[in-house]
């Protein structure tokens, strides 16, 4: 049984086109992070939302917390090649230091 | 960028070989993970250690051991390796907190 599950899986889109990608649980979360994997690499942290309704802004990305902390999303605006890459959403449920991820959404931006 | 380096980068062996990964970060975080990142199924937790000589199963821990003999060190051993266990494997740290840093990963095919 999959935590968390992503959608859409994969995302092709046109430079300048905006985006959103989501992420859903049955199962309630302490904090919620999203990830950018770029091939042959490791994942890199791009934000954590703790708060239930919370919405955090890193320059054209927009990742919202849901408010009873099941689920979130990811908006990009104006989406760019750079933008390309495997995003991950990792759940954590409190009481260990573990977490829980998605199986991701592979995103192209073609120029 | 966290200082944390795996070994060997790519690797192919013959199925019922045992296999060694090395996970090395300079970081001193106390946590440790190994994953493995297939197709369809996203990263998913192998083992992990809160500590020197503390570890724990993840998720898929059939065929794996793993051992912590210093802070900086998290060695990840396939027994006999099977076709299965062809992957990627990344190594993460954590200082607790959530956030994790990954590795850049290993390759690893199991002919």
């Known amino acids: 049984t999959q935590l968390l599950e992503q959608s859409p899986q994969f995302l092709s889109i046109q430079e300048g086109e905006n985006l959103t990608v989501y992420c859903n649980s049955s199962?309630?979360?302490?904090?919620l992070q999203w990830y950018r994997q770029e091939p042959g690499e490791g994942p890199v942290l791009l934000v954590t939302?703790?708060?239930?309704?919370e919405v955090k802004k890193l320059k054209r990305l927009t990742f919202q917390f849901g408010d009873a902390r099941k689920d979130s999303s990811l908006h990009i605006t104006a989406a760019q090649p750079g933008d390309t890459g495997l995003y991950l959403c990792?759940?954590?449920?409190?009481?260990?230091?573990?977490?829980?991820f998605g199986k991701g959404t592979k995103l192209t931006v073609n120029p | 960028d966290a200082g944390i380096t795996q070994s060997p980068r790519h690797k192919v062996t013959e199925t019922g070989t045992p296999v060694t990964l090395r996970c090395h970060q300079t970081?001193?975080?106390?946590?440790m993970y190994w994953y493995r990142q297939d197709p369809g199924h996203g990263l998913r937790l192998i083992h992990y250690?809160?500590?020197?000589?503390?570890?724990d199963k993840g998720e898929v821990s059939d065929g794996y051991s793993v051992s912590r003999s210093k802070t900086e060190d998290f060695l990840l051993t396939l027994e006999s390796a099977t076709s299965s266990q062809t992957s990627v494997y990344f190594c993460?740290?954590?200082?607790?907190?959530?956030?994790?840093?990954f590795g850049p990963g290993t390759r690893l095919l199991v002919l």
């Open positions: 250690s809160y500590g020197v000589k503390d570890t």
């Open positions: 199962s309630v979360f302490s904090s």
């Open positions: 970081e001193n975080h106390r946590y």
């Open positions: 993460a740290i954590s200082s607790g907190g959530k956030t994790q840093y």
């Open positions: 939302v703790v708060t239930g309704g």
């Open positions: 990792a759940g954590d449920k409190g009481g260990s230091e573990k977490l829980v």
